[in-house]
């Protein structure tokens, strides 16, 4: 049976379009599907300073140039949604809601998505004051007042970003310290326009003519309310693996993240993951390159 392709990717984040990259090189033919834009968690990031040899980028720039390589070596991309994958065994049959494409290897770099707080006015004020999405949406809020809620690495970064935008940043977390790494909390504190509300969950998001005005948050110490007049909200309290659309193969851990060993191959012949989608110690662009590379040398020395 001929097959569309000898390898599908599904997902064009740093992961991987790092497997289209290597498998292109080696002359593999692939396909890789977007549903959104290429790029991934890093088209919402601000910064990027911790990948080697680049001292300072933009995430949305490090996207563009990563995906001009993959079209320059020739990989096959669509932008459509994958539905479904169903495994033959000899080949796999990829379901999207355009087309089906066959092919012998699958590489799953689906990535994941911002968690959302579930609290009263979060739905209601999304991209009317709430934002997941610094690099995205901070501009609109220049010289406004915002909050930024999560105490990890990307909320630290992004308040940092907007602390260069706005008026005054308020950065909520739930514990009594933040647990980013230490460089980006020094940078933080510097910061004269930023106010920490450590102890503190947000409750509610109020508005006024279909805008965000306030955040509603209880602090667990000292169990008082407060109110917090803002333009802007940006949720960074983590990510949940995107992976709904393969739980009939049953190949995720308890948390929904993919299994995977040390050449990314995951419990079924020939299905690969790679980067932020599977369950590994650290999520960063250097291990999602990483991992790119690794699962397409493993499709390269099979040809
Ligand atoms: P994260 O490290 O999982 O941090 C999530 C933050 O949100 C934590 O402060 C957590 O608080 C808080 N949180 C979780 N659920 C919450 C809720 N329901 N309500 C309020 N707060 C909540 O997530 P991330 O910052 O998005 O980072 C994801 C991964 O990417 C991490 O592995 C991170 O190291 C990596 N990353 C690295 C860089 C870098 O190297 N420069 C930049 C960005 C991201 P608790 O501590 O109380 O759980």
Redesign the pocket.
Known sequence: MKLDFNTIIIGAGVAGMTSAIYLRRAEVTCLLIEQEMPGG?ITR?ST???YPGIKSITGPDLAVDMFSQVQELGANVIFTKVEKIIDQEEYKIIHTSTKDYTCKHVIIATGRS??K??IEGEEKYTNRGISYCAICDGPLYKKKEVAV?????????EAIYLSNICTHVTLI???DR????KN?INRLLERPNVTIEYHS??TEFMGEDGHLTTIKIHNTETKKEKQIAISGCFI????IPNTAFLKDLNICNEHGYVKTNHLQETPIDNIFAVG?VTSKE???IVTATSDGAIAANAIINRQ
């Open positions: 968690q990031t990027i300073e911790n911002p968690r707080l579930m809620i999560g105490g990890g690495n990307s909320a630290v970064e977390h739930r514990k933040l647990t980013a790494q980006l969950t947000a960074y309290i983590g990510q932020d650290l999520y960063q």
